[in-house]
């Protein structure tokens, strides 16, 4: 179950694309990015499709 106390994260991986994850308060990781972005906006574009709230 995610709730809004789920901490979002947006980093760099190793190919240097930027990837987000979600983390619940118990340390799970509750959801990721499938893939790379080039530019950290399309990255930030599609957490949002998954429930990211800015």
Known sequence: MTTLNDKW?????AAN???WRR???NGNIVG???QGYVNKSDCIDNA???GYNP
């Open 9 to 13: 994260e947006f980093y760099k991986d």
């Open 17 to 19: 694309k930027w990837r």
């Open 23 to 25: 983390t619940s308060p």
């Open 32 to 34: 990721a990015s499938a």
């Open 48 to 50: 949002i499709r998954n």
